[in-house]
């Protein structure tokens, strides 16, 4: 006849007991910067994720019943990353770390290793993404891509790309994002033009970028939208942009390239530009100066010296040419 299973751990310890904490709605289940030794599964209810900004407190996810709270603290012994709150009643199983330790002996080492890997991982990607954009879904699925090209971007096609199951997945660790509200926020991009999706002949799919800097100019456009502000260059009048462009090109046979960047002498400029343009090269280059995007520093014979860096224009075209994008509403 068969015998019950005993429910005692074999370390010798008395028989886990579960132990169910109840919450009302506003009770906080631990907040940020405390030290744990416990995880939370989730039973019954809504719990919030909350993280300290600059601006106050953002909510990061919404976790529901059978979601887990609390496993990073345990893994690593690192005060909590964020604040748990009640929305709703809730009852909340509580693993503590001698019934997780025992749990953990009965799996094999590559898992537990796989496991504190990954938790020391998202670790590094909360202390890098910048706590002010939080509140912005997008800002935050851009920032994390960034985050992931320098170590897991492949090729596909001839273009960079990314593993589009894993930006799923991080998604999920760094932020609770599901994957429907993911795959909304990447078709969205993909509207834009800033990334584009592809699926190879196994039928995985690829996050591809024809121009990584396009990636970095959207994060800068979505940070500063969430401090209702937009690019300086945007105000530069088509103008000064061409006097500049003129600038650029003469330099490419008349400029010498220095230390503190390309410098062309006035003169030089003057005998390039047409008459009926040499009206507004003063206040031109005033405007341009004006804006840091160049210096004028007088020489001997009453020219003056132009200092530049080529890669300012080609910031501004661009500036110009994707915010328009940027700014389109996608269904």
């Excluded at 890098?128 to 096609?157: A, C, M, N, T, W």
């Excluded at 005033?286 to 009453?302: A, C, E, M, S, T």
Aim: aromatic share 6%.
């Amino acid at each position: 006849m068969l015998q019950p299973q005993s429910t005692e751990l074999k370390t010798g310890q008395r028989p886990v007991q579960e132990n169910i904490k109840s919450c009302k709605v506003g009770d906080i289940v631990f907040e940020e910067g405390a030290l744990g030794r416990e995880l939370y599964i989730i039973l019954e209810g809504t719990v919030g994720v909350y993280k300290n900004t600059t601006e106050g407190e953002a909510e990061l996810a919404r976790i529901e019943k059978g979601g887990i709270v609390g496993e990073m603290s345990l893994l690593d012994h690192m005060p909590r990353s964020a604040t748990i709150k009640c929305l709703e009643p809730a009852k909340l199983l509580v693993i503590n770390e001698a019934t997780f330790q025992a749990a953990l002996k009965s799996v094999p080492i590559w898992l537990t290793s796989i496991i504190k890997i990954v938790v020391s991982r998202l670790r590094d990607a909360n202390k890098r993404v910048d706590q002010s954009i939080l509140r912005s879904k997008e800002l935050g699925v851009v920032s994390l891509i960034r985050l992931l090209l320098p170590k897991y971007k492949h090729d596909f096609s001839s273009q960079i790309a990314l593993d589009y199951d894993l930006i799923l997945l991080e998604a999920y660790f760094v932020s609770r994002l599901k994957k429907k509200e993911m795959t909304k926020i990447l078709t969205s991009f993909e509207k834009k033009n800033i990334i584009s999706i592809a699926e190879d002949s196994e039928h995985k799919k690829h996050v591809c970028f024809d121009d990584v800097e396009v990636l970095q100019l959207f994060e800068e456009y979505l940070t500063l939208k969430s401090q209702k502000k937009t690019f300086l260059e945007m105000d530069i009048p088509e103008e000064a942009i061409a006097i500049l462009s003129n600038i650029v090109y003469v330099s490419q046979k008349e400029g010498i390239e220095t230390a503190e960047g390309t410098t062309l002498l006035k003169s030089v400029i003057l005998k390039d530009i047409e008459s009926k343009n040499r009206n507004h090269l003063e206040k031109s280059l005033l405007d341009l100066k004006r804006r840091n995007l160049l210096n004028i520093d007088p020489v001997d014979n009453g020219d003056s010296l132009l200092i530049f860096e080529r890669k300012v224009l080609k910031r501004i075209k661009k500036i110009k040419e994707w915010v328009p994008r940027f700014e389109q509403e996608t269904p």
